[in-house]
């Protein structure tokens, strides 16, 4: 007998007490036929009552006549952190969210005790009940009846107990929970996400006979040199002991006497029977446990890849002797087969290159409570962004979530529910734990073997690597040796988590090379070292915190021609901010310190490839341009010859629809549709039927090729792209001289006054100030209510630098912050007006200086007007020596209000900068500035365009347009840098009437360095000379 009073919530060598072990194969059926399985749902609003410790919990409150007339209401499934309640989550990345002593925890210690009532079905009596716990943090105790009936920990999987002898078939049963948010598991779950609390998966009940099957492990292998596939299916027989306590011993132990069999039949996806086989199991089966095996070879399957996830339907089925049947259990099967050959993981025979992301279990308001539909729509999103696999970082989901991937098809790499962050180097290595450790993978395994949709076994994260990882390995090749096993700690150094050691793993329990943010030198090196027998992929890289993912294009350059580098996984989907309100009753996204915690990791918990409300970041459109299916190539400019090949591994093209459009400086003018059918891996050339057409001198022609589904999926309507491609054909085109304009004669006048200067040029006019300050009017109106002035800082990304963290100081932020980059003032200022034949010339010297005097930048604008009210800027930028590598390079100013419709010659359609513009193709756009605004939970840099060609605003009754003379980078905004960059979240911001204009020679790019590389230095701002030209026309 055991004693909660002993405080087992603090013994990581007792994990579990009359738990029922884990296991695979479904849900019991009362026949073939039926259409829902004995099962009896739980989920709905239960009593609830939420105490600051364990120690304040009555006495009594398991009683079923317990008072509980004073109690609330919560909803079942749902994290009480979420209700509103004084207990709120808490992020913490790497340190534990209390004092780092394990087991110890708090004695501030939340915990909830639910409670809710229910009759059994009356057809029940006489069967097994089973309760299903589908997961509960991180504590939980079980009652039935006032009965303790059993405790389990780990947070990520189900907790699952034998209810027979105290379940009552007549009346109303009382069931209590309880659960406590800290215990010794929370040191084994220390990883970079939300601590959340209560039961947040659903609870139910389900009935089997008192012989029943246990575990189903079924599995399809497919022989891809013969098409054959052979499955098998591993039963194991489970028994309510106590219903045979009156029958026949065997060998001394009481257990069934009788004979049973196993019937077994697969189905095609048309409902045709395949493969059928039966097995009897009598009493010889005993000293196996009532376990046999059923296997057969079909001459010729389907396979299940991600491209094409073919599932077949298995029925298991126990009978009696006599021909009773006793339990049916349903499966899906996928034939594929998992291999190491060489330097490369095979799938079906072939090297596939994983596009996969890291998803954590996040909603924005349920916290780690997600619904089906939340599910269905990631799955969805990741399909149509060309996503193939997905590491469940950093512990084993939901269960639906693999019947998902199972049946739209993406890899999976099932991780264990082990991270050890804030002690590393400890916990795997301390014998204490090493049950807790080796039973989280096992049950893991014991769970999820049976979907086809996993390729690998993950032993946990950021844990080290030591003897318990080790035993856990050998436990997991014990129950499943048909899948690769992945542990990234094994690369590291021994005692910590920094080096990379690619060539020290032991391969034993590390399948493949697996760096965390490694450089693209590090996997390059590996991969071209003669010592190198494995694969790289990378369990995390592109860190996509913010506005980030810069260099995607230069990583997945790699991925598809180096040999021995074979694709990774971006860290990671989702946003995990969560909706809260202010005491004024608006709602912001939170992140880490916006619910009161005294121990977070401020907003490093922001950093998916979508928002938080499935809302895709401009990065995802990269991501699925450099994945697609198809890559096009320009072959011979002149013939309009291409050549599209084929990157799939299992299927043609034949499901996609080419479509093709040419160009003009952005306008359409000829068009078409393309059949491609290429098998895969294979390529195809064709000629497009271009008509040929005359182009000015600064004319430039692109081909656009988009290729679409033709039909509808279940991912994706019919008309979604899936690839696409962009070449320059310009050089096919004969270039002729434009037509002479006329020139204008008419000079602008200048008018000096004390203030300074009016130059006009018919409705154009230019106030200056003595000191170079100015703006712009037409028709009497003030446009442009500032000058271009230089602009050389940006609203830091948290890749420049995390604002909520210290130790920044060498990050580029820090280093601009020292510099005094943010708060530049002018040291010195000039400016003359002369003539120029036609024209009016101001010219503007400024000097402007940070933190240090001596080290200023000089900046010469020189602005010419002419007669014809065309407006040039010459802007020239000399930079001290001293100063870093710079956030930007060029000029900002103020419009008038109203100027809100935006159309550009450049790449777009969306954000872009120049490591992260490769799916922007060149194009001409039409938007509003307010729709420019990517809103990124903290605030920060966004919204630019690069290459761009010439830009206009139109407001007021007045059009702005902006041309380059050379190419350049720009944004429109309601916000300043200094607004983003002051803000903490979208609510502090105030939108400006005005429109913030900055024009760009060079923006820094993006990189991913608030976890991992920072910007390449092909990428920055780092020379000393910058020049930057453009003229701005102002018409009605």
Partial sequence: MWNVSDKLYLLPEIQEINRLPMHSGGLPYRSREAVEPEKLSLDGNWK???????????????????????????????????????????????????????????????????????????????????????????????????????????????????????????????LVCKVIRWSDSSYIEDQDQWWMAGIYRSVYLYATSPAYLEDVFSLGDYDRETGSGTVSVKVHLGFDFESYRNKECINGTSGPTEDFEVRCELCNAAGKKVWSAAAKIDWSFRKDYYRAELTGRLRRVQPWSSEAPMLYSLTTELYTASGELLDCRRAKVGFRRVEMVGRDLRINGERVIIRGVNRHEHDSRTGKTLSLESMVQDICMMKRFNFNAVRTCHYPDDHRWYDLCDEYGLYVLDEANFEAHDNYTNICRDPRWKAAIVARAERMVLRDRSHACIIGWSLGNESGSGENHQAEAAAVRALDDSRIIHHEGEIKDLWSQGHHCYFDADKSFNAFVNPMYPTLEDILTYARDRRADRPVIPCEYAHAMGNSSGSLGDYWDLFWNEPGIQGGFIWDWVDQGIWTKEENGVEFLGYGGDFGEKSHDFDFCCNGMISPDREPHPAMYEFLHLTGPVKVELLNTKKFRFKAANRRNFTSLADLAGLWEVQRNGRTVQKGKLALAAAPGESEEFTLPVKQFEIGPEDEVFVNFRFVLKKAMPYAEAGWELANDQCDITGAFKRVAAPAEPVKTAAPTVTETKQGWIIAAGDTVLKLAKNGDGTVEYGGKTVLESLPECNIFRACTDNDGIRGWDGQEHKPMGLWLKAGLDRLKRTASTCRVENSGNAAVATIEREFAGSDKKAPIRFTEKITVGGDGVVRFDCSYEIAEALPTLPRVGVSFLTAPGFEELEYFGRGPFENYIDRNRAAFVGRYATTVAETYVDYILPQENGNRTDVREFSLAGGGAVLEVKALDRFEFGVSHYTAADLFGAFHRKDLKVRPETVVTIDRRQRGLGTGSCGPQTRPEYEVSEKSYTLSFSLKIKK
């Fill in 48 to 174: 609830f009552r939420l105490y600051h410790r364990p120690e304040e919990v009555p006495a009594d409150f398991a009683a079923p006549q317990a008072d509980v007339k004073e109690w609330g209401e919560i909803a079942v499934p749902s994290n009480w952190t979420m209700a509103g309640l004084f207990d709120k989550p808490v992020y913490t990345n790497v340190k534990m969210p209390f004092e780092n002593n394990p087991p110890m925890v708090p004695e501030e210690n939340p915990t909830g005790v639910y409670r809710t009532t229910f009759r059994t079905p009356k057809e029940w009596k006489g069967r097994r009940v089973v309760i299903h716990v589908g997961g509960a943090e991180s504590y939980l105790e079980l009652y039935l009846n006032g009965r303790l009936i059993g405790m389990g920990k780990d947070t990520r999987l189900p907790s699952e107990f034998d209810l027979t002898r105290a379940v009552d078939f007549k009346g109303v049963n009382t």
